[in-house]
Nanobody, 123 residues
């Protein structure tokens, strides 16, 4: 069982930056994949970025490449999403999630989810 808690959301002006944090507790394994997703009202939960815990391999959605960076702290069991050059269309609730299977960008293939943190980017 894995518990995830996101934090770091808030309101920021377009062009600004935020860093989201995901604190993981419970049983974790180096083979797990950690993903960030985002969701706006009435829309599906969309993939943002993912990282393989061991080795740190990363993958990003095209919409955030060059602007967002996913990282992890092995000692603290923390996952981060550094978001730079934020745009109003980045406004969403952001979730971190754990996939115990293979590499995936599909939300339904992730096994554990946090409660989400709101990110609002003003024009």
């Amino acid at each position: 069982q894995v518990q995830l808690v996101e934090s770091g959301g808030g309101l920021v002006q377009a062009g600004g930056s935020l860093r989201l944090s995901c604190a993981a507790s419970g049983r974790t394994f180096s083979s797990y994949r950690i993903g960030w997703f985002r969701q706006t009202p009435g829309k599906e939960r969309d993939f943002v970025a993912a990282i393989r815990w061991y080795g740190g391999n990363t993958y990003y959605a095209d919409s955030v490449k060059g602007r967002f960076t996913i990282s992890r702290d092995n000692v603290k069991n923390m996952v981060y999403l550094q978001m730079n050059s934020l745009k109003p269309e980045d406004t969403a609730v952001y979730y971190c999630a754990v996939n115990t299977g293979g590499l995936s960008t599909l939300s339904y293939q992730y096994d554990y989810w946090g409660q989400g943190t709101q990110v609002t980017v003003s024009s």
